[in-house]
C-alpha cells in the first residue's frame, strides 16, 4: 500500500503536502516490513524535503527523526539510535515544554533504549527527576 500511495503522488512537485505525507507512509509500510535500510533513505529524503519547505513544522520533522530512530534500533545500532533521541527529547522540551504529552512520551522512548542498553541508572534518573515531575505537572 505504501507503494501505491507513493506512485500516486511522486510526480507532484517537492512542496506539495500530499507528496510529503505519501514519503511517510512509504517509509512506514517499509519499516512494517522489516526493510529499515529503505526506509531511512525515505525518511531522510523526507527529513530534507521538510527543513527545505517546512522548516517550522518541528513536530513532523522530530516526528520523522523518531521514525528514523525506530528503525536504527531495528537495525541493531541502538547508541545510534540513542543519540538521535536524546536530540529529539531535548527539541520537544525546547519547544512544547517538558510537560506536553508528546514530550513526555518521547522521554518514554529514551527511557526504553537506556533499558535496553543497560543504563539502568540513568533511565531511573531520568525517569524519576525528569520524566514524573512533569507527568504530574501534565495532569
Not at 513532523?60 to 537495525?75: D, H, K, P, R, V
Request: net charge positive; charged share 20%.
Amino acid at each position: 500500500l505504501g507503494w501505491a500511495v507513493w506512485k500516486t503522488y511522486v510526480g507532484r512537485p517537492e512542496s506539495n503536502q500530499y507528496r510529503i505525507q505519501a514519503m511517510g507512509l512509504l517509509g512506514g509500510a517499509l519499516r512494517l516490513s522489516s526493510q529499515c535500510e529503505a526506509a531511512i533513505q525515505i525518511f531522510k529524503a523526507k527529513l530534507a524535503l521538510l527543513e527545505r519547505f517546512w522548516p517550522h513544522e518541528v513536530g513532523s520533522i522530530l516526528g520523522t527523526q523518531t521514525n528514523m530512530a525506530n528503525c536504527i534500533y531495528e537495525l541493531g545500532r541502538p547508541i545510534e539510535a540513542l543519540s538521535l533521541e536524546r536530540e529529539i527529547y531535548a527539541r520537544r522540551v525546547a519547544t512544547l515544554g517538558a510537560s506536553h504529552n508528546t514530550t513526555i512520551l518521547n522521554g518514554n522512548n529514551l527511557v526504553l533504549s537506556l533499558l535496553k542498553l543497560e543504563l539502568w541508572d540513568e533511565a531511573t534518573t531520568f525517569q524519576r527527576d525528569q520524566l514524573l515531575p512533569a507527568a504530574r505537572r501534565s495532569l
